[in-house]
């Protein structure tokens, strides 16, 4: 099973990467610098810029496990009250969870991994849970295997543990999506003003070619063309972190 702290593309993800991101450098330096050379050159950023897009993709990847494992929750809730122990509510939740998520949803194979290596395996449930909370890199899912294990060690009363425990977890996770929902259209800013430039850019090549002509010529445009690119960049990056609360806390 994956750590979500790494993703690793698939051969169909990774041709498509390679495919957009290419002609995107190349309409780029093509946009900045009118030179085929200058458009190859600014293609091989498609290679340092594979690691930041997996890394993107392997956010996108931890919020949609922790989306789910909300919905887990309460399926984990509904067993505890009947009276359920964890590997049964596991498995309750795995039935839950798959009339809601693909059978591809990192839930839903999670789930069936767990299953598999208590039931069939014959793995200590402990461990089990406990490489779960290690690779979701969550913080959310790590304090729930956490309470469960002090509560089941201490012989506590486990159901009214995980009703609180999801309680909580389940407030922190719907914040953290409203957090996101108020974002969304600063992001959306923040692309549409990448985008205006070389946008502006285009419609003056094409509109007005002598207006921008001196940017094409000579080592002083190359210059200031890059320097534009570079802020660009950077502004876009700034953007980036200040619209993700986690990265702010």
Same mark, same amino acid.
């Given at each position: 099973?994956?750590?979500?702290?790494n993703y690793e593309m698939t051969p169909k993800e990774t041709r498509r990467y390679y495919?957009?991101? !290419? &002609?995107?450098?190349?309409?780029?330096?093509?946009?900045?610098?009118?030179?085929?050379?200058?458009? !190859?050159?600014?293609? &091989?950023?498609?290679?340092? /810029?594979?690691?930041?897009?997996?890394?993107?993709?392997? +956010?996108?990847?931890?919020?949609?496990?922790? #989306?789910?494992?909300?919905?887990?929750?309460?399926?984990?809730?509904?067993?505890?009250? %009947?009276?359920?122990?964890?590997?049964?509510?596991?498995?309750?939740?795995?039935?839950?969870?798959?009339?809601?998520?693909?059978?591809?949803?990192? #839930?839903?194979? +999670?789930?069936?991994?767990?299953?598999?290596? #208590?039931?069939?395996?014959? *793995? *200590?449930?402990?461990?089990?849970?406990?490489?779960?909370?290690?690779?979701?890199?969550? +913080?959310? #899912?790590?304090?729930?295997?956490?309470?469960?294990?002090? /509560?089941?060690? %201490?012989?506590?009363?486990?159901?009214?543990?995980?009703?609180?425990?999801?309680?909580?977890?389940?407030?922190?996770?719907?914040?953290?999506? +409203?957090?996101?929902?108020?974002? !969304?259209?600063?992001?959306?800013?923040?692309?549409?003003?990448?985008?205006?430039?070389?946008?502006?850019?285009? /419609?003056?090549?094409?509109?007005?070619?002598?207006?921008?002509? !001196?940017?094409?010529?000579?080592?002083?445009?190359?210059?200031?063309? %890059?320097?534009?690119?570079?802020?660009?960049?950077?502004?876009?990056?700034?953007?980036?972190?200040?619209?993700?609360?986690?990265?702010?806390?």
């Amino acid at each position: 099973m994956p750590d979500y702290n790494n993703y690793e593309m698939t051969p169909k993800e990774t041709r498509r990467y390679y495919l957009v991101a !290419a &002609l995107m450098s190349l309409l780029a330096g093509w946009i900045f610098y009118r030179s085929f050379v200058c458009s !190859a050159l600014l293609g &091989l950023l498609v290679f340092p /810029c594979k690691r930041l897009y997996l890394r993107r993709l392997a +956010e996108k990847r931890r919020s949609a496990l922790g #989306i789910s494992f909300r919905d887990l929750l309460y399926s984990l809730s509904a067993s505890f009250s %009947t009276g359920r122990q964890m590997p049964e509510a596991l498995r309750e939740g795995l039935a839950a969870m798959r009339l809601v998520y693909p059978d591809d949803a990192p #839930i839903v194979r +999670e789930l069936a991994h767990m299953t598999a290596r #208590i039931f069939e395996g014959r *793995d *200590d449930e402990a461990a089990v849970l406990d490489d779960f909370a290690k690779r979701s890199h969550s +913080e959310d #899912i790590r304090n729930f295997v956490d309470a469960y294990f002090i /509560c089941r060690d %201490t012989g506590g009363d486990m159901e009214a543990m995980v009703v609180k425990a999801s309680a909580l977890i389940i407030d922190k996770i719907e914040i953290q999506k +409203e957090l996101k929902t108020l974002t !969304a259209q600063k992001r959306l800013e923040g692309n549409i003003l990448l985008l205006l430039p070389g946008v502006m850019l285009l /419609c003056l090549g094409v509109f007005s070619p002598d207006y921008v002509a !001196a940017l094409y010529d000579g080592p002083a445009g190359r210059l200031v063309m %890059t320097a534009a690119l570079g802020l660009m960049a950077l502004s876009h990056v700034l953007s980036l972190r200040l619209t993700n609360f986690e990265t702010l806390r």
